[in-house]
């Protein structure tokens, strides 16, 4: 049971699975390459263990249930009713391509806050160029059944250099089935969407022209957007893309997302590879979890920052944006800034970029 004195947690992300139905080229988790076959992964007991241990350890204000897609696990609804029965909120990250009314009408009574479901084309042809063939019917079936069912839907699209000049047709797509709350997740190579950064990651004028498209959504049809990945201030002025509204890395603060991995290791968030304090899984009785907050890979994160970064009057929000992504594309995450904004400063990522569209390769050779 819950014990007193517990440290307080904003929000813990549960990566629930590796397995995915879908085969997006911007997938941020690591082990996308094999859908998991190489991860060691956890019966309905670990996970619900582990989370038990969570629970028992931390306040916990929220937990946002992901993947993978957590709709794969046949088991997915008895994560929700231990979560549901500590009185912790539930928020849910899905694909929407596994959501049916079955799923739908026995989702409405748990009460989550929202699904969040991904659409990244207005048609079959623009979605599957992010997620694979086949799944675009399956995914606006997912909404459809959601919303049947009386359960909040977020519409999600991670704009990319593919995308970017159709964020107002899926916007419009979302409006005309009732979806009005959108997370603009731009994309950020981290994991195994790295090896698609040259493909995939927007330039600012690039990210400039989606966000354009889609600020008068939020003025003039009541949308409520949020680009939920930082967007370094030095590489755009937020100010002229009212009323969109835009957040910070919340890595070390008291906003973070805290990621338990399917094998059970804790992570600064779903970006991150590197486990805190090098424990491998939480299961482990020997284990202190109050004390694992204090790790140093999450209270030590901000406090290096890029060398270009030094001096901005920002630095102490921003931190360089993502360090995720600058890990897996530069090699470290706090000695180079978010490769959206290093792609405008350093000639030899630049160059990597510009020679792996050129010559059409599907994977930028990643540092790590």
Not at 16 to 34: F, K, L, M
Not at 131 to 155: D, M, N, S, W, Y
Not at 173 to 193: D, N, Q, T
Request: overall charge negative; charged content about 25%.
């Amino acid at each position: 049971m819950a014990t007193a004195g517990r440290p307080k947690v904003y929000s813990v992300a549960v990566e629930t699975t590796p397995v995915c139905n879908q085969t997006c080229d911007y997938c941020y988790n690591e082990w996308r390459a094999d859908n998991g076959a190489q991860l060691k992964t956890a019966g309905k007991d670990k996970l619900l263990g582990r989370v038990e241990r969570l629970l028992d350890a931390w306040d916990i204000d929220h937990i946002t249930v992901t993947g993978g897609e957590p709709f794969a696990r046949s088991d997915i609804f008895s994560l929700f009713e231990l979560i549901k029965s500590r009185d912790v909120a539930i928020q849910i990250i899905s694909n929407g391509g596994l959501i049916d009314d079955a799923i739908a009408e026995k989702l409405a009574p748990v009460g989550v806050r929202y699904v969040q479901v991904t659409l990244n084309g207005p048609d079959e042809e623009s979605h599957g160029a992010h997620v694979g063939a086949g799944h675009f019917e399956k995914t606006l079936r997912g909404i459809r059944a959601l919303q049947r069912h009386g359960v909040p839907v977020v519409g999600c699209i991670v704009v990319t250099k593919k995308n970017h000049d159709q964020v107002a047709a899926i916007l419009e797509l979302f409006l005309s089935m009732g979806v009005k709350h959108i997370a603009l997740s731009r994309f950020s190579p981290a994991g195994y969407a790295a090896r698609h950064a040259a493909q995939l990651l927007p330039t600012r004028g690039e990210l400039l022209t989606a966000f354009r498209q889609a600020a008068p959504f939020g003025r003039d049809q009541g949308m409520t957007l949020h680009c939920t990945m930082p967007v370094p201030p030095c590489s755009l002025e937020v100010e002229e893309l009212e009323p969109i509204r835009f957040g910070t890395c919340p890595i070390g603060t008291d906003m973070q997302e805290i990621a338990l991995g399917p094998d059970g290791r804790l992570k600064n968030c779903t970006l991150h590879n590197t486990a805190f304090g090098g424990v491998e899984d939480i299961l482990d009785p020997a284990v202190d979890l109050g004390l694992l907050l204090q790790a140093k890979e999450r209270t030590e994160y901000r406090r290096e920052l890029p060398e270009f970064c030094e001096g901005c009057l920002h630095a102490s929000s921003c931190a360089g944006g993502c360090g995720a992504a600058a890990e897996w594309v530069s090699g470290h995450a706090r000695k180079f800034p978010d490769p959206f904004v290093w792609q405008h400063v350093d000639d030899s990522l630049a160059a990597r970029l510009e020679t792996d569209r050129k010559d059409g390769r599907t994977h930028l050779e990643v540092i790590l």
